[in-house]
Structures are given as C-alpha cells and as structure tokens.
C-alpha cells in the first residue's frame, strides 16, 4: 500500500510532460553507482544520504525516491525521467545528487538504473556520456542473484568502458544483501566472489566490501569510498594526529556531519573492535534521526564510565569530532575547550585549495 501512494504522489507532483536535460559536464567528483535493477543500489543510497532507515526499504521503488528531494542533506537531485501527457512516469533512467562534503568537495553522484535496457544503452549510445570523467564507479551486487552470469557480464562491460573513457578511475564492488546468507557461510561466499571480481577485473584493481543495510557493513564501505575522494587527506589525518598528541587522546575521529561517515582518525593506542567506526556511524546516525523526529537537533554528546570518557561535538560546519580519553585526570571542561580551541583550525583545511597549515595549540 506505501509504494501504491508513493507513486500516486510522484505522478501528482509530475503533471504534465516533462524531459530533462542531457547529460552534461560533471561538477566535483563524479561517481557512478551502478548494479542491475534490485541489487539495492537505491536502499542504501537513502539510508547514506537521504537520511532513510533501513526499515524504510519497503518504501523504494527502483531508482528513484520521492523524499530524497525534501529529506536529502546539502544535496540538490535532478532525475532524468519522462512524463507523458496523461501524468504517467517512465522508470527513471539516471537518477543525480550533489553532495557536499568538507567545504569544497562535492560528490556528483550517478545512480544508474539497473534494469537490462538501461545498461545496454550505457554501454552504446550513452557511452561517452555516462563513463566520461569518472572518479569512482561502485557496482553493487546482490549475492542472491540468480543471474549472476548476466551481472558479472555487465560488470565487465562497464570496466571496458572505464578502461577507456576514465582509466584512472577507482572501482569498488559491494557484495551486498549478506544479511541473507547464512552466518556461517558469510566469509566463504565473499572471499568466493572477491577473487572471482579481482580476476575480471584485471588490468584494475578493485576493492571489495560484503555489505547489508541492516548492519554497519555499509558505513564500513561508504567511509572508505569518501575516504579516497578527499583531496588533502593525508594533511588532515597528519593534523588530526597533532590534535590528539596535544591533548592527550587515545583516539580521535572526524566525521562528515550530514552522513556521519568517518572520513578521517587517528588512535595512539590500540583498541580491540576492529568496526567500532561503523558502529559508532550507526548509533549516532539513528540517534540523530530520533532526535529530528522530535524537531530536536543533536549536537552533542559525553560518554563516561571508569575506563574512559567519550566526546562527540559539532566540529567545523562540515563534520562532527569524537574524542576517546582514558585518563580520569583530564577534566570534560578542558577536552571541550581543547575541541573549541581547534575549530578554527580545521575550519581552514576544509578549504582544499588553501594554503598548507599545521595545528598548534598553545
């Protein structure tokens, strides 16, 4: 019944034909997400941007989202779609956002519609158009597929098109839905399908994530997409390290406010959960959504036992900071002047094409 009246209210909102305009020149970093129609290309694109849940997954259609507009977080969406005179809406072909990340940094997102006469006409007519420029191609696999000869061939003939439109590009292949697979047979299957997609898609290289929206799996893989998008990375994560040496953390992470991806850290000491950042990601980011719901905002947050105390706060107005302290000595008052103190700062890193800066803190 909820996707009956999403679709009643998009055909509404679409009176009259319509034909957006061709695909154009990318603006900021393009990446493509692409996978055949029901991969779960469009459920995780939400529940990362468009502050979805992932119960909200019954509410999706392929490709498209008729409150991605409203609910979509420093973003604009343009949809290439065509209505005819009756109000009828056309699957969506090419569904793009802008996302802004760190200041400068804006994420020209591609969601390419996944079913089979779609991606044939990606591969010829709209060849040039689609696989031009890119900086990241994410394909999405779903793991119960059953055609999974028919999606590793579209696998391919997207890396031939990479291979000569954008050679450079990173590619980043989501085994996705292992919620689905038995527990005990989750790492099997993935290693199973890694070497398979390592060896397809030689002479590039790709980087492999099992995910689900279900579980912090997805945070784990977007984190590390973002990760290799921001251009002074290696400065921030060098200035990050400053900032947790001068005030004495054990471990300091930087999120992206709207998505709460991590997208840099540092630790001086070693911890023991390996995806503690994906789970954090995930608790927060439900926190948040609880919080709007009560037309409240989060900002921030102190976490205290015997062992540590944990600090999260609105940073700069691109990012939020998480500071893990275990020595008690240290009062919260000086760790949250420290995180006022560095603000400034790393305000002006965002700033890409800034000069290079070192954090001091007097």
Known sequence: MEECGSEKKMEKENLGPRMDPPLGEPQGSLV????KSGSGKTSMRSIIFANYIARDKRRLGATI???LHSLQINSSLSTYSLVDSVGSTKT????????QFLGNLVLNLWDCGGQDSFMENYFTSQRDNIFQNVEVLIYVFDVESRELEKDMHY??????????????????????????????????IFREREEDLRRLSRPLECSCFRTSIWDETLYKA???????????VQQLEMNLRNFAEIIEADEVLLFERATFLVISHYQCKEQRDA????????IIKQFKLSCSKLAASFQSMEVRN???AAFIDIFTSNTYVMVVMSDPSIPSAATLINIRNARKHFEKLERVDGPKQCLLMC
Request: net charge negative.
């Open 32 to 35: 493509l997400l692409m996978g």
């Open 92 to 99: 969506f072909d090419v569904e793009h956002s802008h996302v």
């Open 65 to 67: 989202l008729d409150r």
């Open 155 to 188: 696998y391919q003939s997207c890396l031939e098109a990479i291979l000569q439109n954008s050679p450079d590009a990173r590619i980043f292949c989501l085994v996705h839905k292992m919620d689905l697979v038995q527990e005990d047979q989750r790492d099997l």
């Open 275 to 282: 995806h503690r950042f994906e789970k954090i990601s995930n």
């Open 306 to 308: 015997s062992n540590f």
């Open 222 to 232: 977007w984190s590390s997409i973002v990760y290799h998008l921001i251009p002074n």
